[in-house]
Each structure stands twice: as C-alpha cells, then as structure tokens.
C-alpha cells in the first residue's frame, strides 16, 4: 500500500519562502509520477507542478519563477519550494503521486495547511 | 489553459437516487494517437484530500463502488453515482489532464434531500 507522508513550515511571513517534502513509502518511486498541489480555502484544487521519474520537472506558468520542485529517488522523497510568498499562497498544500497507466492521482499526503501573514 | 466548467455547483439528491454532475472544457481532451480522454474525476469529502473515483474518462479507480461511473468524450462528460448513499455526500471535481497546466473545475457540492 502506497502512502505519502508531507511536512513543512505551517506559518510563513511576506517573502519567505514555502519549504514542503514528501515521503513515498510501500511502493516503487521510480513508477511513479508525483505532484504538488494546492487548495486555497473554499476553492478548487490548483496543481502547481510536477515531476517524473525522468525528466525535468513541469511546471504551472502561474508560478514558473518562484517554484522548484525537486526528487531523491534513493530516498524515495519529492520537495516543493516557492519563493517569496504572499497572502495569496495561503492554501493547504498536498503531496500527490499516481501510475503512469492511469495518469491519475491515486496517493495522497495529508495536507500541509500553510498560512503567510505577518 | 484549459477552463473546466462544472454544472451545477450543487445539487440535493434523496437517498437512492441518481445524481449527475457535468463538466465541460474549453477544448478538446482526447488524444487520437491513443484514443484517450484526458478527464479524470475526484471525491473531496471536508478535512480529507481529493479522492481519484475515474481516469481515463471512464476507467473507475480500484476499491471505488460501481454506482459510480463516468462517461463522455471530447469536451463533454459525467460523472453519475447511479444510487446515492449517504457517504457520498462531498464536492466532486472534474480535473483534465491533456495539457499542462493541469486544471479543475469549479466542483459541484452533493447533498442529500
């Protein structure tokens, strides 16, 4: 059974910057891609970007400058960093990984709920 | 990007009934090359992380109860749960997958009548 477990800074000022990572456990990270995404409160989902087993990462335009997400595969762990926050990024943020074969989200972490406020 | 327009945005259903959501985007999700809709489906229930109920447009997810199924090609699909439960109160979204960036739609919020 595939479990994602995410951790990070909860509380961030103005132009910090969000640090999230993500553990994979009881499956193969290499057949898996695996995503971050983020649901500010009362809305929608917002995928912010991605990363495959191999090559580069993908990124949302929406916040291209400001993210790196990044994959250890020895150590089965996948990181978001986005730069420069603002009220605006206020949002819980969720690991999620899924199969090649289906292109879907099937593993998610529990969700980060990351608050910027001074 | 592709806009997902979910229709309604809510909707009550009496227990046992039939529930329809509809999710429309603004261009075309399926792929030629492998005859595939981009569109998955998701279950959000409050405090929990979306749940993948379809892929594929129609493929359900292993462990998601058949009385969900979803259909469509295109730009048009549903998602219909054929028997409502009680469990099944929640925000459904439809999500495409064919171009980056990966969108959602508005959701549309599942009561009981």
């Known amino acids: 059974q595939v479990q994602l477990h995410q951790w990070g800074a909860g509380l961030l000022k103005p132009s910090e910057t969000l640090s999230l990572t993500c553990a994979v456990s009881?499956?193969?990270?290499?057949?898996?891609?695996c995503s971050w995404l983020r649901q500010p409160p009362g809305k929608g989902p917002q995928w912010i970007g991605e990363?495959?087993?191999?090559?580069?990462?993908d990124y949302n335009p929406s916040h291209k400058s400001r993210v790196t997400i990044s994959r250890d595969t020895s150590k089965k762990l996948f990181s978001l960093k986005l730069t420069s926050v603002t009220a605006a990024d206020t949002a819980v943020y969720y690991c999620?990984?899924?199969?090649?074969?289906?292109?879907?989200?099937?593993?998610w972490g529990q969700g980060t709920l990351v608050t910027v406020s001074s | 990007d592709i806009v997902m327009t979910q229709s309604p945005d809510s909707l009550a259903v009496s227990l046992g009934e039939r529930a329809t959501i509809n999710c429309k985007s603004s261009?075309?999700?399926?792929?030629?090359?492998?005859?595939?809709?981009?569109l998955a489906w998701f279950q959000q229930k409050p405090g929990q992380p979306p749940r993948l109920l379809i892929y594929?447009?129609?493929t359900r997810e292993s462990g998601v109860p058949d009385r969900f199924s979803g259909s469509g090609s295109g730009t048009d699909f549903t998602l219909t749960i054929s028997s409502l439960q009680a469990e099944d109160v929640a925000v459904y979204y439809c999500?495409?997958?064919?171009?980056?960036?990966?969108?959602f739609g508005g959701g549309t919020k599942v009561e009981i009548k």
């Open positions: 999620a990984c899924g199969s090649y074969s289906s292109r879907g989200w099937s593993y």
């Open positions: 009881g499956g193969s990270f290499s057949a898996y891609f």
């Open positions: 990363i495959a087993h191999s090559g580069g990462p």
């Open positions: 261009q075309s999700v399926f792929y030629s090359s492998n005859n595939k809709n981009y």
């Open positions: 594929w447009a129609s």
């Open positions: 999500q495409q997958y064919n171009n980056s960036p990966f969108t």
